[in-house]
């Protein structure tokens, strides 16, 4: 099922770098990891990881051929998912400013969440055309091509967006007072601006 081993070492280094690099999607795990503990951000971990690798399967077995046809609704889609990622940053970065240790009863990011984030995300929508397109080939092996790539996306994710829960996770010990926490929401709320609005300028 996985890819042939010409194509199936760049695809591997492409989802790692896919994965890892800042984007709306890493910068809540960091925030609710920081605030809320590790096992906070497990369930939007694996929301996110499968919806994606879902998002690359749907795309190869044609979705994405949809969205090429009808750039009208890409754009729609595309500022959507800008719209409530704004909304989103605006929303951290005002969060209240109290301890950590008493932040455990504030509403969080759950995994529904995180999967619904993907389907408005423009970094992912392009990741998966990006996958397809480049690595899925053609031919009678297609979608089984496909089925390998979106469960090597899956696999290869996981520890990815793990390391930014970790990192949170570890940033928790400097959160231990009110200003510190404020200046926390604050730089999560600009960095998940700024990952928004870079994916669809860049």
Avoid: Y
Avoid at 16 to 44: E, K, M, Q
Avoid at 61 to 75: I, K, N, V, Y
Avoid at 80 to 88: F, K, M, N
């Amino acid at each position: 099922m996985l890819p042939s081993f010409p194509t199936l070492l760049p695809f591997l280094l492409f989802a790692f770098v896919a994965s890892i690099t800042p984007g709306p999607t890493n910068i809540l795990v960091l925030s609710n990891s920081a605030r809320f503990g590790l096992t906070a951000a497990v369930p939007i971990i694996l929301g996110a990881c499968a919806s994606a690798a879902l998002l690359v399967l749907l795309v190869g077995m044609g979705a994405g051929s949809t969205l090429t046809r009808w750039p009208l609704l890409q754009t729609l889609m595309q500022w959507a998912g800008v719209a409530w990622l704004t909304c989103l940053a605006w929303q951290i970065s005002h969060a209240p400013a109290e301890a950590i240790a008493t932040h455990k009863t504030e509403k969080r990011f759950g995994l529904l969440g995180a999967a619904g984030l993907q389907w408005i995300n423009p970094k992912t929508w392009m990741m998966a055309l990006a996958v397809v397109s480049v690595f899925a080939g053609v031919g009678e092996d297609r979608f089984v091509h496909v089925m390998g790539l979106s469960l090597a996306f899956f696999l290869i994710s996981l520890p990815c967006l793990g390391a930014w829960a970790v990192l949170g996770a570890s940033s928790s010990r400097w959160l231990r007072s009110r200003r510190a926490m404020q200046r926390f929401n604050r730089c999560m709320g600009l960095l998940l601006l700024g990952s928004t609005w870079l994916s669809v300028l860049a």
